[in-house]
């Protein structure tokens, strides 16, 4: 008889905490955890909370003239001009390497674009000449002040994640929360936020292989059509293919085109070593230069540290001391012509990258008008 009624009792007390689990789905929406169970959902989970990117190799398409903007009349359709990168990510850390070819992928050459990022500590390191560590000011984010050298990475982090956010931009990979088949977003582009809003819009054998997005501030709306192509589907479930198209009063263009050409994940969070600029540096000989406090700053051989917020640095130095550092006084010189054609070169990106949410100057059309 205790038996029984012991039995009994263990029935009741898992039917109820089967209720309460019930009752807790459905009253969490989409606050749950995603469960990926289905290709649709697995979708939504790589948005969502995307894994650890041990690497991640692959191709972007660029327009005919890379440093203009796409022109609206006929998109990169007919483009032969590519780029190869390799990427790896997590929550605290990205690295992101322009490469030649795969051969690069067994080097530490730098024939491009490259920079790492470990918590907040962010290293310039593009085209293998020099190495500029910065620190991001978060604090001065929050507030809404965006330093020149704050912004420039977060254009570079922004693009970096394009293809971890199946395309979509301007977006922290893992932001995104899905009502449904829905999702918005609030991020900041070009200093500014930006609203981010997007939805399934179409499936194949279950599928997604298509999604409406679109981008908004004070000034206007850009909409577009992103389509997704899979050579086979297979963990961890990301497309081979991620194509955006720009709607343009009724037309539509290819805007920009990844291809996916390996990829692999890790189940646990990577060492700081995969993420470090040390390997670069070295193979590269890469001077490595300071930024803090509105400053750039080097290091001497013995250590000290030299200001060189123009081209003469801020320390009183013997004439000894001055010959025997001839060569960072000279990287000094250099460095702040170098650091301003960065600034340049990132407000061009800007340009490019603003999703024509203002008049394309070169078209002469305008996107949407409120």
């Known amino acids: 008889m205790d038996s029984l009624q012991t039995d009994r009792k263990v029935s009741l007390v898992r039917r109820r905490l089967a209720l309460i689990a019930m009752v807790l789905l459905i009253a969490g929406g989409s606050t749950m955890p995603l469960l990926a169970d289905s290709p649709k959902e697995r979708f939504k989970a790589l948005l969502q909370s995307p894994p650890v990117i041990e690497r991640l190799v692959f191709v972007e398409k660029l327009p005919v003239n890379p440093h203009h903007a796409v022109p609206l009349d006929q998109g990169i359709a007919a483009s032969t001009n590519f780029q190869t990168f390799e990427l790896r990510w997590q929550t605290n850390a990205m690295f992101l390497r322009q490469i030649r070819n795969l051969n690069d992928l067994t080097n530490q050459f730098v024939p491009g674009e490259c920079f790492t990022l470990w918590n907040d500590q962010f290293y310039f390191l593009d085209a293998g000449r020099k190495a500029m560590l910065y620190v991001l000011e978060q604090e001065k984010a929050r507030a809404g002040i965006y330093p020149p050298p704050y912004h420039a990475t977060l254009i570079k982090r922004g693009k970096a994640a394009e293809v971890l ?206």
Do not use: C
Request: charged share 20%; aromatic share 14%; proline share 7%.
């Open 165 to 370: 956010n199946l395309g979509i931009s301007h977006l922290t990979p893992g932001s995104i929360r899905w009502e449904g088949d829905t999702f918005h977003a609030v991020s900041t582009a070009d200093k500014k936020p930006i609203h981010i809003r997007g939805e399934i819009s179409g499936l194949t054998n279950g599928i997604p292989i298509e999604m409406k997005v679109q981008y908004s501030n004070d000034v206007s709306v850009a909409n577009y059509r992103m389509t997704y192509a899979y050579e086979s589907y297979r963990p961890p479930y990301y497309p081979t293919r991620i194509t955006a198209h720009f709607i343009n009063r009724d037309k539509e263009i290819e805007y920009r085109a990844y291809s996916i050409l390996s990829l692999a994940t890790s189940p646990n969070p990577l060492p700081q070593s995969r993420f470090g600029p040390e390997p670069f540096l070295l193979a590269n000989a890469m001077p490595t230069f300071y930024l803090t406090n509105d400053s750039i700053f080097f290091k001497l051989p013995s250590g000290q540290l030299i200001e060189t917020p123009a081209t003469i640095p801020k320390l009183r130095l013997s004439g000894s001391d001055f010959f025997k550092n001839r060569y960072y006084y000279f990287a000094a010189a250099s460095v702040t012509l170098w650091f301003l054609a960065l600034v340049l070169r990132t407000k061009a990106q800007t340009e490019k990258t603003s999703f024509d949410l203002t008049n394309n100057k070169q078209n002469d059309i305008q996107v949407i008008n409120r």
